[in-house]
C-alpha cells in the first residue's frame, strides 16, 4: 500500500509537500541552533530527534485514534517501522550524491577558511612551512 505522500496525484498532494519542506527546514534549523548552543553533535541529535519522533507517534495514536489499544499501538508502530525504514532506503539511494555534496561543502569551508587566515596574517607560510 503506498502512502499518499510517495507519488502526488493532485494540488492536495503538491501542497502537502510544500508544507512538509517548509515545516521541516524549520523545525531542522531550530534544532541545529539548539545542537550549536548546548554544543552537541550531529550524531547526538539525531538519537534525540528519533526518539522524539517515536514519541510523538505514540501520543499521535493515542489522540487521534477514537479507541486507542495495546494492540493497535503496536500495529502502528510496526507501521512506524516500515516508515523508517522506506526512508532509510530511500536515503541510501542517494548516499553517493549526499557524500559528494557533503565534500564539496567541506571543501568550501575549508577555503573560506583559508581565505579569512589570509586576510588575518595567517597561512602566509610557503609549503614547506616557513613564512614567506
Do not use: C, W
Amino acid at each position: 500500500m503506498a502512502d499518499s505522500y510517495d507519488e502526488p496525484e493532485n494540488d492536495a498532494d503538491d501542497g502537502y509537500d510544500a508544507a512538509f519542506d517548509q515545516h521541516r527546514a524549520a523545525l531542522y534549523d531550530m534544532l541545529m541552533e539548539y545542537a550549536d548552543e548546548h554544543d552537541l553533535s550531529d550524531s547526538f541529535m539525531a538519537v534525540l530527534a528519533s526518539d522524539i519522533g517515536l514519541s510523538l507517534r505514540m501520543v499521535a495514536y493515542a489522540s487521534e485514534t477514537e479507541k486507542p489499544s495495546v494492540g493497535g499501538l503496536r500495529l502502528d508502530l510496526d507501521r512506524y517501522a516500515r516508515e523508517l525504514g522506506d526512508s532509510v532506503r530511500d536515503a541510501k539511494k542517494y548516499a553517493a550524491e549526499f557524500i559528494a555534496e557533503a565534500k564539496a561543502a567541506q571543501e568550501a569551508e575549508g577555503e573560506e577558511d583559508d581565505e579569512e587566515g589570509e586576510e588575518d596574517g595567517e597561512g602566509a607560510d610557503d609549503k614547506a612551512g616557513r613564512p614567506s
